[in-house]
């Protein structure tokens, strides 16, 4: 049982180029999402995917897009990278959204770096 | 408007010791308050969540948090502080109707031998 798996873990992209970032999740989780991390500022929400089939955008969406493959896949692209784009970015994923308040597993990150 | 305070980036402690790092919150609504664990170069592990019921709650490695609800915080606790305790620790909050679970700007304890 791995979790959930992100590829690749680093990546070095010139501004302007283009990049998917892939997320994997074994548990048969409803719901997963995209963070960026950046120093001092936490984990800020990129996309969501509530269930299969639903994408909704979260609190810092420009820039991105995002495809809810099937039930364990969800996968994060960069059209037009910017260097305000290089940051860590974690998928996660939760047995489902809502009010029941179920805590999400956090796959190992992708360090990106836009020149 | 949701939002998580970790008022410390950096808190120090001797092993053995114990330890405390704070959080507190602002919903509308009842809170779901967790907490992560953040160790280097890997992503980010749960520890613990309130939902409802008792405000101790007991988590992962001794940890646990108090919900208070008058103080609007959640602060993690540990009895006895390890080296291997030594992380980025980040507190989160929701509330049952918002879509997004809000973190913190973490706290990073060093726990020294």
């Known amino acids: 049982n791995a979790g959930v798996t992100q590829t690749p873990k680093f990546q070095v992209l010139k501004t302007g180029q283009s990049m998917t970032l892939q997320c994997a999740q074994d548990?048969?989780?409803?719901?997963m999402y995209w963070y960026r991390q950046d120093p001092g500022m936490g984990l800020r929400l990129i996309y969501y995917?509530?269930?299969?089939?639903?994408?909704d955008k979260g609190e810092v969406p420009n820039g991105y897009n995002v495809s809810r493959l099937n039930k364990r896949e969800f996968s994060l692209r960069l059209e037009s990278a910017a260097p305000s784009q290089t940051s860590v970015y974690f998928c996660?994923?939760?047995?489902?959204?809502?009010?029941?308040?179920?805590?999400?597993?956090f796959g190992p990150g992708t360090r990106l770096t836009v020149t | 408007a949701q939002s998580v305070a970790q008022p410390e980036d950096q808190v120090n402690v001797a092993e053995g010791n114990p330890l405390t790092v704070k959080c507190t919150y602002s919903?509308?609504?009842?809170?779901?308050l967790f907490w992560y664990v953040q160790y280097p170069n890997r992503g980010l592990q749960f520890l613990l969540k309130?939902?409802?019921?008792?405000?101790l709650v007991k988590g992962s490695y001794g940890f646990e948090a108090e919900f208070n609800k008058s103080q609007t915080s959640f602060h993690l606790k540990k009895p006895s502080a390890l080296v291997s305790d030594s992380a980025l620790y980040f507190c989160?909050?929701?509330?049952?109707?918002?879509?997004?679970?809000?973190f913190g700007t973490g706290t990073r304890l060093t726990v020294i031998p």
């Open positions: 919903v509308s609504g009842n809170p779901y």
């Open positions: 989160a909050v929701r509330n049952g109707g918002a879509n997004n679970l809000f």
């Open positions: 996660a994923s939760s047995e489902a959204w809502g009010a029941q308040g179920y805590e999400q597993y």
């Open positions: 995917s509530a269930s299969e089939g639903t994408t």
């Open positions: 309130y939902i409802t019921g008792d405000n």
């Open positions: 548990m048969n989780h409803n719901s």
